[in-house]
């Protein structure tokens, strides 16, 4: 899907004129949603921009993913950071052909038979929708892409991240 394509669908859900996606479909490809995988925001300075790296789209097994929203805003907290992670699911269901449910500490993206998978679509559809919706300004998208079963040592990582953050925030 070109940038354009996934503007016009964040201006339109801005103003409340999203488009309408049908959700109840029976998935062709499911990422994520595994015990490896992790969704966190949180405060930090790991530049800007978006990144997704390691996706195997041959793989027919759901690829394990990490989903880190690194915010650099000044007064950002590790509470204010925490209504993006809702936001990055709301973005990703504006994507036509997607749907996103939270899973655990991470997310299971789904997709429709009509919809390839695109994991820059997902970062680019995360960021525009933060950005505007969200207000923030200085942060970085990254989605990690890893090999199902739970064999990556970064996404590991990741999920410790964030079940840390996410104790950190339940404890406020």
Known sequence: MA???????????????????RKDFLAAKMVGGTAA?????????????????GYDPELDEPQDLGIEIAVADAGATVASTGPLEEGTIEAINLLPGYRATRHAEGLLIETESAAMFDPEDVATVIAQWLAQKYGVHQFAVRLIFGPPGGRSVFLRDLRGQAYAVHQQRAEK
């Open 3 to 21: 940038t354009q394509d996934i503007s016009a669908i964040i201006a339109a859900a801005l103003v409340g004129n999203a488009p309408t996606t």
């Open 37 to 53: 995988s992790s969704l966190f925001a949180h405060p930090a300075d790991k530049g800007t921009g978006i990144k997704a790296l």
